[in-house]
């Protein structure tokens, strides 16, 4: 099994920036992708932005592409979010996932709340 723990959350005024961490755990070698995905209160989890571990290639969902920035460090076993030009409309529990590959993601992590002031 994986342990997924997600940290950097809070809270930021339009137009600021947060970087999200995940670190993962355990079984890390079974890891072909990671991703994030965000679910705001009343709505799906959907899909953020994903990475191969092998390679970085990388996927965003059209609504984040040019403001955030998925990345990886392999030595640590963490994936991080740059999220720059924040809006009010990313306010979200943001979840990191593992996955088979950049479209299917089988685990998520507890979430981390963000929350973004107009």
């Known amino acids: 099994q994986v342990q997924l723990v997600e940290s950097g959350g809070g809270l930021v005024q339009t137009g600021g920036s947060l970087r999200l961490s995940c670190a993962a755990s355990?079984?890390?070698?079974?890891?072909?992708?990671m991703g994030w995905f965000r679910q705001a209160p009343g709505k799906s989890r959907d899909f953020v932005a994903g990475i191969t571990w092998s390679a970085g290639l990388t996927n965003y969902a059209d609504s984040v592409k040019g403001r955030f920035t998925i990345s990886r460090d392999s030595a640590k076993n963490t994936v991080y979010l740059q999220m720059n030009s924040l809006r009010p409309e990313d306010t979200a529990v943001y979840y990191c996932a593992t996955g088979i590959n950049l479209y299917e993601y089988d685990f998520w992590g507890q979430g981390t709340q963000v929350t973004v002031s107009s």
């Open positions: 355990g079984r890390t070698f079974r890891i072909s992708a």
